[in-house]
């Protein structure tokens, strides 16, 4: 029994959506429910691991703005009435592996029937950024539950502390706004590499597999160098390795990848999860293909 992922759409900014994470997320969570011919109303859940959004707003939850926009329920849910629960979650480029096994929690309890993980960056514009490293793209993925071998397994997770040396993005009053900024050091590909590899083994090594049993390592962040770094630390060919397709992508490239990778898989495919972010956190799960 699993978390099955339905589907996932990818959407890329244009002139209208480059400074709006939610314009984003309400695109990508359209996409995805009606690739999955879900409708909105009938969504139990909606998880936004998005971090970097629209004039650097921390309130409201970003998740209960794209419920409004995309119509799931936003009223107050009445006595015999259907109702959709939405919040969000801040991991960085773990938040969709962090959100899908929060979800699985949810589906496996039978809490909620259907899911709705949604992810999206974009540059906070008018000056609210010291060069906003990351591209606007958003990500969502729609989730249920399936009785079966199939599906989600458990998340496994690595923690290595570094007091943010390795990478942090700060907010800070500059001309009576919130201005972002980024640090990251040179070698926070190889840092990230490292964690996400021990996460990797501890997932194989419970499951009793290793790298090369799995048809495809689906991973994020979406750098080169940190696909090549955990390539070598497993042991295993580079293009083993999936990654989004544009390097710039941040929280949506767990899923971007996700949609990459396991595009050209038959059912049955055995697909390991994994991911490394700031703290420095890393997550990794095996997900096998529906039958």
């Given at each position: ?73 936003p009223e107050d849910p009445h006595g015999n ?52 490293p990351y591209s606007p793209v958003g990500a ?152």
């Open positions: 029994m699993g978390t099955i992922i339905e589907n996932v759409h990818v959407t890329r900014g244009g002139w209208r959506r480059r400074h709006s994470a939610l314009r984003l997320a309400d695109a990508a969570a359209r996409g995805c429910l009606r690739g999955a011919g879900r409708d909105p109303r009938d969504l139990d859940l909606l998880v936004n691991a998005g971090i970097y959004r629209d004039r650097n707003l921390g309130e409201p939850a970003l998740a209960a703005m794209i419920q409004k926009d995309i119509g799931a329920n009435g259907h109702g959709t629960f939405s919040f969000d979650v801040a991991n960085g480029s773990c938040g969709v592996i962090t959100a899908l096994q929060i979800v699985d929690g949810f589906l496996e309890s039978r809490t909620v029937d259907s899911a709705l993980i949604v992810a999206s960056d974009a540059d906070p514009g008018r000056r609210r950024s010291d060069r906003f969502a993925m729609s989730c249920t539950w399936a009785d079966g071998h199939d599906g989600l397994g458990r998340v496994y997770w690595v923690r290595r502390p570094d007091g943010g040396e390795s990478y942090n993005a700060t907010a800070g009053l500059v001309d009576r706004r919130n201005v972002l900024r980024f640090h990251e050091s040179a070698d926070v590909d190889s840092r990230f590499a490292e964690a996400a590899a021990e996460a990797a083994r501890r997932c194989l090594g419970e499951e009793g597999l290793d790298a090369t049993d799995v048809d495809v390592i689906v991973a994020a962040p979406a750098h080169g160098e940190f696909r090549a770094a955990l390539a070598e630390r497993l042991g295993i060919a580079v293009d083993t390795v999936v990654v989004a397709a544009d390097a710039k992508t941040h929280t949506a490239s767990l899923a971007a990848a996700f949609q990459r990778g396991t595009e050209p898989l038959g059912a049955g495919a055995c697909v390991l999860l994994v991911a490394a972010a700031a703290g420095i956190t890393a997550g990794a799960a095996l997900y096998r293909v529906p039958r």
